[in-house]
C-alpha cells in the first residue's frame, strides 16, 4: 500500500445533523481527506469543501457499501448514518432495524472482507439503558441495557454487532453511547429545536403565540452536538477497540428548564400548551450520564455550557426563520 | 383447553415441545409452519396419526374453518410465514392463542458467519411481525422468546456457571441477532405490556437433533459403524471444548414452565448447571456400544 499524504476517514450519515457538525469539525481540525455518504436525500450540487467529497449511497445495499469501501479506502470509519427518531421507530419498527442494523452488518462486512486496519466508530445511543430503576443514576457503561423503543434495540444490536466484530475478528472498533445532544442545525421533531424553532416563528408573527409540548416533567443529559462530534474524534483515534464509552454532560437538564431558559431569551409573551400526542409509551421521568471512562481516556468533558447551546439553536432558527421560512431543510423533517 | 401456538414446530426444539404438550393433553397444539416445510422431525407424529396437516396447504382464514379441520389430540399444522406479516395476523387472529412459543428462527451459527444479513432478518422480523399481530388483536397470551446461551459467548473461568446478569461478549452474528430478540421482547413487554418471557437456553441435544451437532454427529457414526455402514473410526473436533447440555425433552417441559411460573419481562437461563467437555460426553457414547472404535 502507499504512503498517503494525508488520512481518510469516511462518514455515514454526514449531512444528517451529527454528521455535518462531525464534518465541519475534521475539516477544521485535520488534514484528513474527508467522504461522506448521503441517503435519501440525493449530494448537493456544490460541494461545500474540497477535501469533503459526498456520494449518495443507500448502505442497506451491500454492493453498493463494498463499491463504497473499494473506492474510499479509509482509514477511519465514523458510522453515523442511522434512523435515530423514536416515533418513527414505533411505527415501522421493521424499518428501523433493517436501516440500523443492516447498513452496520453492511459496513463492517465490506471492512473485513477488504482486510484492511481500519477503526470503526460504533454510534450507539443512552437510549440503550432505558428507564433506570432506583439507585441505578448515573448510569454508567456497566447499567442494565433496558431498551423502551424499537430504535433503543436497533442501537442495543448495533453496539453488540460492533463488539462481536472485535471479538470475532479482532477489528478495532470503537463504541460510544452518547446522551442527548443538541445544537444549531438539529431538525425540529427533537425537543430543543422544537420548542427554539416555534419561538423564531412566534416573533416573525408566523405562528399564534402558543407553543405545544410534550412531558415537561422529564430531565435529560444534553450536550452540545459540538461537545459530541469533538469526543467521537478522540473516540475514535484514542478509544480502546473493544471498549464502549457513554459520552455525557453527567448532569440532567430538566425539559422544563431548558424550555423557560427559551423562553428567557424571547420578549415575546408565549402560552405553554401540553400535548399529549407529543408523549412517548413509555418516558423515563429522569436519565443521565456517566462519562468518567472516556474522561479518564481522553480527558474529554463537554466545554460548551448549556446555556449557550440554547442560545445559539435560538439564534440558528431566527436565521432560518428570518432567511426564508420556505427554505427550510424539509427533508429532514420527514 | 389452553390454545398453544407454536411457531418453529417444525424444527427440533419445536417437535419436542409438540410431543410433549400432546403428552400433557392440556392443550390444543398448533403449529406454523411454511407451505412445503420438510416435516421430518414430526415424523413420529405423523406414523402414530397425530399430526393434522389439513391446515397445511392453504392459509385457514377464519375461525370458523379452523373449527371444521381442527383436531383436538393432534398436533394442527397450519400455513404460515413468518416473513409474511398478514399471515401472522391471520393465524392469530384464527388461533387466538392463549399461549405462544416462538422458537422459529434461523438458529445454526455457522450460517450466521457465511449468511450474518439473512440471520438478523429472519430472527428479527418474523418476530416482529408476530408481535404485530398480538397488538393487532384484543388477545393477551403469554408469549416466550427463546433466547439462546450464545449471547453469553465469551465466558471468563470466574463467571461459571452463568447468571443471566453475566455481560455479553457475543461471538457470531447468531448470537447478536438473538440479544437483539431478546431485547424486542422485553421492549414490547415495556411499550404494550406485551406479556413476554425469554429463556435462554443452554446447549440441548437429544434425539433428531441435526448430525452436524458434536453429540448427534457422534452418536450417529457410532450407530453406522453399529450397523457396519462405516469402517470403526469416529472423527472429531475439538474436545475440549466445555458446555452445559441439556436434553431437550427437559427444555420442553422447562418452556412450558416458563409460561407457566415465568413473569413477563424477566429472562431465565435453561440449563443443567454443571459443564462437560466434549470428551466426557464422546466417551459416555462409547461406553454405551460394545464396538471397539477408534478416535480420529
Known amino acids: 500500500m502507499q504512503a498517503r499524504a494525508h488520512k481518510r476517514a469516511l462518514i455515514t450519515g454526514a449531512s444528517g445533523f451529527v454528521g455535518e457538525h462531525l464534518c465541519a469539525y475534521l475539516l477544521a481540525h485535520t488534514d484528513w481527506e474527508l467522504a461522506g455518504t448521503v441517503y435519501p436525500q440525493p449530494v448537493e450540487a456544490r460541494p461545500r469543501d474540497p477535501r469533503l467529497v459526498l456520494r449518495h449511497v443507500d448502505l442497506r445495499d451491500p454492493e453498493s457499501v463494498q463499491t463504497l469501501l473499494g473506492e474510499v479506502q479509509p482509514d477511519t470509519i465514523f458510522h453515523l448514518a442511522a434512523q435515530s427518531f423514536v416515533p418513527t421507530s414505533f411505527a415501522d419498527p421493521w424499518d428501523t432495524l433493517e436501516n440500523n442494523i443492516r447498513g452496520q452488518l453492511n459496513l463492517l462486512e465490506a471492512v473485513r472482507r477488504s482486510e484492511r486496519q481500519v477503526r470503526v466508530l460504533v454510534v450507539g445511543s443512552n437510549e440503550e439503558y432505558g428507564t433506570p430503576q432506583p439507585g441505578e443514576l448515573p448510569q454508567t457503561e456497566g447499567s442494565p441495557l433496558r431498551p423502551s423503543n424499537p430504535y433503543a434495540v436497533s442501537k442495543v444490536a ?165 432567511g426564508s421560512f420556505q427554505t427550510l431543510k424539509v427533508s429532514e423533517n420527514l | ?64 374453518e379452523l373449527r371444521a379441520i381442527a383436531e383436538p389430540h393432534a398436533v394442527n399444522l397450519l400455513q404460515g410465514d413468518m416473513a409474511d406479516p398478514y399471515q401472522m395476523k391471520t393465524l392469530v387472529e384464527v388461533v387466538k392463542p392463549d399461549r405462544i412459543f416462538h422458537l422459529a428462527a434461523q438458529s445454526f451459527v455457522p450460517t450466521s458467519w457465511s449468511a450474518p444479513a439473512e440471520t438478523f432478518s429472519i430472527n428479527t422480523i418474523g418476530q416482529i411481525h408476530l408481535f404485530e399481530a398480538v397488538r393487532a388483536s384484543s388477545l393477551d397470551p403469554l408469549i416466550q422468546i427463546a433466547g439462546s446461551s450464545e449471547e453469553y459467548g465469551l465466558v471468563h473461568p470466574d463467571e461459571v456457571p452463568i447468571k443471566e446478569s453475566n455481560p455479553f461478549r457475543p461471538l457470531s452474528p447468531y448470537a447478536v441477532s438473538k440479544i437483539a430478540q431478546e431485547f424486542l421482547g422485553y421492549q414490547y413487554y415495556r411499550s404494550y405490556g406485551l406479556r413476554v418471557i425469554v429463556t435462554r437456553g443452554f446447549n440441548h441435544t437429544g434425539p433428531r437433533h441435526g448430525p452436524v451437532l458434536s453429540c448427534s454427529s457422534f452418536a450417529r457414526q457410532i450407530a453406522e459403524i453399529e450397523a457396519e455402514f462405516s469402517p470403526p473410526v469416529l472423527y472429531v473436533g475439538d474436545l475440549m471444548t466445555k458446555r452445559d447440555w441439556v436434553d431437550v425433552r427437559d427444555v420442553a417441559r422447562a418452556y412450558w ?40
Open chain 1, 158 to 322: 448495533q453496539d453488540f454487532l460492533g463488539f462481536q466484530y472485535f471479538l470475532a475478528y479482532g477489528m478495532p472498533i470503537v463504541r460510544v453511547r452518547p446522551f442527548n445532544h443538541t445544537g444549531p442545525g438539529q431538525p425540529p421533531r427533537f425537543v430543543v429545536p422544537s420548542f427554539a424553532s416555534q419561538i423564531a416563528r412566534i416573533e416573525a408573527g408566523l405562528q399564534e403565540p402558543l407553543l405545544k409540548v410534550g412531558n415537561l416533567d422529564a430531565a435529560r443529559d444534553f450536550t452540545d452536538v459540538r461537545d459530541i462530534v469533538r469526543a467521537y474524534y478522540l473516540a475514535v483515534t484514542q478509544g480502546e477497540p473493544g471498549e464502549v464509552y457513554n459520552l455525557a454532560s453527567g448532569r440532567p437538564q430538566s425539559v422544563r428548564g431548558l424550555l423557560e431558559t427559551l423562553l428567557s431569551y424571547s420578549k415575546v409573551e408565549i402560552r405553554i400548551e401540553q400535548d399529549p400526542a407529543l408523549y412517548r409509551p413509555v418516558d423515563a421521568p429522569v436519565a443521565y450520564g456517566n462519562a468518567d471512562k472516556f474522561h479518564r481516556l481522553t480527558a474529554w468533558k463537554p466545554e460548551i455550557p448549556f446555556e449557550k447551546t440554547l442560545w445559539d439553536v435560538l439564534e440558528y432558527w431566527r436565521e432560518q426563520v428570518g
Open chain 2, 1 to 64: 383447553m389452553l390454545k398453544v401456538l407454536i411457531t418453529g414446530i417444525t424444527g427440533f426444539a419445536g417437535s419436542h415441545l409438540a410431543e410433549y404438550l400432546l403428552a400433557r393433553g392440556d392443550a390444543e397444539v398448533y403449529g406454523a409452519c411454511r407451505w412445503r416445510s420438510r416435516l421430518d422431525n414430526l415424523s413420529d407424529l405423523r406414523r402414530q396419526g397425530r399430526l393434522n396437516l389439513r391446515g397445511v396447504d392453504a392459509v385457514v382464514g377464519s375461525e370458523a
Open chain 2, 257 to 296: 414452565l416458563a409460561l407457566e411460573k415465568g413473569v413477563a419481562g424477566e429472562v431465565y437461563n435453561i440449563g443443567s448447571g454443571t459443564t462437560r467437555t466434549v470428551q466426557s460426553m464422546l466417551d459416555m457414547l462409547l461406553s454405551l456400544t460394545p464396538v471397539a472404535i477408534e478416535v480420529r
